[in-house]
């Protein structure tokens, strides 16, 4: 069964600068990698996806993520982060194949930006 | 477009009591997906329907069911409700499942007193 492990439980950051948030998947065969973003009092909403193809995947609000094979990651970034993007984010793995029709969600990490 | 919608917003139920949770998915979608979430964890898969059959089940006990109507609406039952099912239940759709990209509601939240 896949596992997704996120680093950070709370990050803070000051406006302008930048984010890098981790994921790491457990899973030998072909995953399909997300993550989501949850504001706050909102459901959550998907951010950026990577299904196949270039690495660098860019995703809605200036996000982007870097999925690497070998290191079984997909990090989220941003270069600059805004107040607006204080929320609680989520990486997700889909693995292909044998049945597996479910997200496998990590604990999420909470960002809060400070103006 | 509508997205997916979940009634009731807010449930509270006694230890024992038995729940049903709707969930409508986005028009156009067949395939529904219900999540469960504690506070601070993230979600945790419990079933996936497509065509009204059930296509996943995650580690979650038999007290735990669900269904899809021939209009792609979807119940999830929860019987014999122990103070751990306290939790926001997500209702996630997608077109069919080959396509993974969910799309996911606002919940419902369950309180198990």
């Known amino acids: 069964a896949q596992s997704v492990s996120q680093h950070n439980h709370h990050v803070i950051l000051s406006e302008a600068a930048s984010l890098e948030l981790g994921c790491n998947y457990s899973y030998g065969g072909t995953v399909n990698l997300f993550w989501y973003v949850q504001y706050p009092g909102q459901h959550l909403q998907l951010l950026l996806k990577y299904f196949s193809g270039d690495p660098l995947v860019k995703g809605i609000k200036g996000f982007e993520a870097e999925f690497i094979k070998s290191k079984f990651s997909f990090n989220l970034r941003k270069p600059s982060v805004q107040w607006s993007d204080t929320a609680e984010y989520f990486c997700a793995v889909n693995a292909q194949g044998a049945g597996s029709y479910q997200l496998t969600f990590g604990k999420g990490t909470k960002l809060s930006v400070i103006p | 477009d509508a997205g997916v919608t979940q009634s009731p917003t807010h449930l509270i139920k006694t230890r024992g009591q038995q729940v049903t949770l709707r969930c409508s998915p986005i028009s156009g979608h067949k395939s529904v997906s219900w999540y469960q979430q504690v506070l601070g964890q993230g979600p945790q898969f419990i079933f996936q329907?497509?065509?009204?059959?059930?296509?996943g089940r995650g580690n979650f006990p038999d007290r735990f069911s669900a269904r899809q109507f021939p209009n792609y609406s979807s119940e999830l039952n929860v019987n014999a409700l122990l103070l751990g099912d306290s939790a926001l239940y997500l209702c996630?759709?997608?077109?069919?499942?080959?396509?993974?990209?969910?799309?996911f509601g606002p919940g419902t939240r369950l309180t198990v007193t």
């Open positions: 996630a759709s997608s077109r069919d499942t080959f396509q993974y990209e969910q799309y």
């Open positions: 329907y497509y065509e009204k059959e059930e296509r």
